[in-house]
């Protein structure tokens, strides 16, 4: 049977992409619209290409119960990059690297794009692979929309630029990202079976490498080679010590695992060519020399790779965790009373909330809301009183998880274990054994807004997008919908009218308290409420209608409409 072709979210996500084309320029809301249309072929496609309960592609394994979600995540990124765009273009030009910052940022849009880009022709091609009966249609209208996508961005690409060394390098710049987007997906869908959504993997993978794409052009461009820095594209130079120092523990952290597994490999092979010599090693004292070797990877990481880069990129002369260690304690009691607060307050609800838990008499889904609403209490005073301090504290927390996570997979001794059964207490559907993302899904939601926000911005509840949207909207109207809930949005669907209404009218009404308490603390305001209106609407609306992991995506899309 022929899927849908108009469902709830494909129709918010038409109208969230519409209102950020709208606002663009019309040479980047031409591509944005292509974009969503090439998506929304690929997800009919893929959607019926096989029956609910099969694979829709065949080597990959998705979360089961979640719908495709390819026009989702192959539009959510591209139009943030275009909102925050939009948003520096009316706040740089008075700026001395004003046309630098938005050039490069421009390049940034299209990079996002052309990764997404990618992954849809990647999904196509496997479709072509196996073809079944009904999808042709949509098998020619996405491809002929992605190669008029191309087609468009070359003609204007060409058109803007008078060709050269460097309108190559941009060109090979992109097109390294659209492979490198292709690589990853392949390698997450491929690893971490029935652990995400197409839509997912193809927001993971494409904001995987748009960040490290970053960090190597950042690289490249510090390093002291004629060819390399004429013939690369030019960075701003406006970036912080503290932002290089969290792309460089993130960089450590992400190569950990790289560094971990081939010394794995190197020590087995050792123990291989001196089998013959010695008695074979029993099962515990593998796994310990395994968790050594793990740690060894751990201290080489953060002691010697992650500062060699920041003095590469920066010229960062001291360590990064000196430089850590010097920014708390000078000049600042404020810090160190927010950490004291930190502290305490997650003291005081992982302990509650655990042995709840273990109680089994609160359901699981209104569990995980109070730790959105624990994330309202431990960032919202930061944003407004430390915000540099706290871009400083979600890198920290980001890097001690995907430690944990991996010491969790690995069952790195002696925390694997202990780790593994407290991660456990807090999981639901969309979690697995493999990989447990929920905790990874709210700190991002929190911190990319406010990541993004960082410098000038003249939007002043954007850096509040993902505590509102997730710390307030998504737990009221959980909360209302699960206990007053009556009218449903489909018949198949568990979230309410109500519910809705309640995350929409609660999220409305903190913004209009924070914007008092922004204006109190001297900030000058800008945001017009009817812009607020429908952003608030349709992120809660969303909300209502994803299927997708909703820590993820509505933070986005609620941050990307406050830039306008």
Known sequence: MAPALL?????VVFLFAARVALAAPAHLAAPLALLAAAALAVELAVDGSAPASAPRLRPFKTRPGASSGILLGATTLPSVMLSRLIQLSRVLPADSNGPEEITYLEMQYWAASISCLSVLAFFLWHLRQSPSNGISKYLKYGSLLIVSYLTAYFLSFLLKTDGGLMAMSNIVYLLCHGVAA?????????????????????LVSSGLVLYFGDMLAHTLSKMKFSVISEAFIHMPGTRSDMTTIIQGILLGLFLLPLLYKSSLQVWDYCRTQGKHQTQAVEEHTQKGIGSAIFYISVVVVLLFLVPSWTRLVQGL???????????????????????????????????????????????????????????????????????AFLDLAFGAAFGVFLILEMIRIWEIYPLGCVVHQFMNAFTDHRDSEI??????????????????????NDRPLAPFAGILSLGIGDTMASMIGYKYGVLRWSKTGKKTIEGTAAGITSVLAACSILVSLLASSGYILS????????????????????????NAFIPLVFYSLLCL
Request: a positive charge; glycine letters at 4%; proline letters at 3%.
């Open 435 to 456: 990989l447990i993302v929920s905790h990874f899904s709210l700190l991002l939601g929190c911190a990319l807004p406010k990541w993004m926000s960082s410098g000038l």
């Open 7 to 11: 469902t709830g979210e494909r129709l």
């Open 527 to 550: 945001q017009n409420w009817l812009s607020l209106l429908i952003a608030v609407t349709l992120s809660g609306l969303l909300e209502a209608y994803t299927a997708q992991l909703d």
């Open 182 to 202: 292709v690589i990853l997906i392949k390698h997450i869908l491929e690893k971490f079976p029935s652990c995400s959504s197409f839509g997912e993997a193809v």
């Open 317 to 387: 002369e001291v360590h990064p965790f000196v430089w850590i260690f010097n920014y708390m304690f000078t000049d600042s009691h404020e810090r160190l009373a927010l950490c004291a607060y930190w502290i305490c307050v997650i003291y005081a609800s992982v302990r509650r909330f655990y042995s709840i838990s273990k109680q089994s008499k609160t359901e699981r889904i209104l569990l995980r809301k109070y730790y959105h609403l624990v994330a309202v209490l431990i960032f919202s005073p930061a944003v407004i009183f430390q915000p």
